[in-house]
């Protein structure tokens, strides 16, 4: 079985632009999350999708957005990018009521 | 900070020796994950302890659990270079899965 999958690894962008990151789940995973990991603030929660509704938010800006598709393919959206958005972003998926968690490689994003 | 507190922070040892890592944690739980990530990639499930438990072992790793001290710890014995890597503990706060601090392992051969 195919893991999760992550689209782009890398990408640079600058202050101001608008990034979409993509994240394929595990097939049979309707639960789909997401995290930004930073040096300084670690792995923090960003939100979490299952059958295309937004279950969770963590405390982000309203500038961090993201959808889920039918075929449970989980898009994020950061817009007017700052400095500060610079991490890796992970995407993880998971069975519905279970506790583990299944991670992509993440994309790393650096805004300059 | 609805982190999870994990030390050391940084753990140097030689191929062979043990590594025991500790997590705290501020609120209740009904289970506790620890994961571990190589050199910033994904992170990989290790082992999960119900609060129910209170120790659970998988090949090289022990994991223990001290729901009145709100505490876990996760041993890995007789270490390899393969295990250098960050370890991190994650508990869920109201659907949403928490992460500590993080613990780096080095393991020089």
């Known amino acids: 079985k195919a893991g999760v999958t992550q689209t782009p690894r890398y990408l640079i962008k600058t202050r101001g632009q608008q990034v979409t990151l993509s994240c394929s789940p595990i097939s049979g995973h309707r639960s789909v999350s997401w995290y930004q990991q930073t040096p300084g603030q670690g792995l923090q929660f960003l939100f979490e999708y299952f059958s295309e509704t937004q279950r969770n938010k963590g405390n982000f800006p309203g500038r961090f957005s993201g959808r889920q598709f039918s075929n449970s393919r989980s898009e994020m959206n950061v817009s007017t990018l700052e400095l500060g958005d610079s991490a890796l972003y992970l995407c993880?998926?998971?069975?519905?009521?279970?506790?583990?968690?299944?991670f992509g490689p993440g994309t790393r994003l650096t805004v300059l | 900070s609805q982190q999870g507190e994990e030390d050391p922070q940084a753990l140097s040892i030689q191929e062979g020796e043990n590594a025991t890592m500790n997590c705290s944690y501020k609120t209740s739980i009904n289970n506790l994950q620890w994961y571990r990530q190589n050199s910033g990639r994904g992170l990989v499930h290790l082992i999960l302890i119900r609060s129910n438990e209170r120790e659970k072992h998988s090949g090289r790793l022990r994991v223990t659990l001290d729901t009145s001290k709100k505490s876990s710890s996760l041993l890995i014995t007789a270490s390899r270079a393969a295990d250098t890597a960050s370890y991190f503990c994650?508990?869920?706060?109201?659907?949403?899965?928490?992460f500590g601090t993080g613990t780096r392992l080095q393991v020089f051969p």
């Open positions: 994650a508990r869920y706060n109201t659907d949403k899965l928490i």
């Open positions: 993880a998926s998971k069975v519905t009521g279970d506790n583990e968690q299944f």
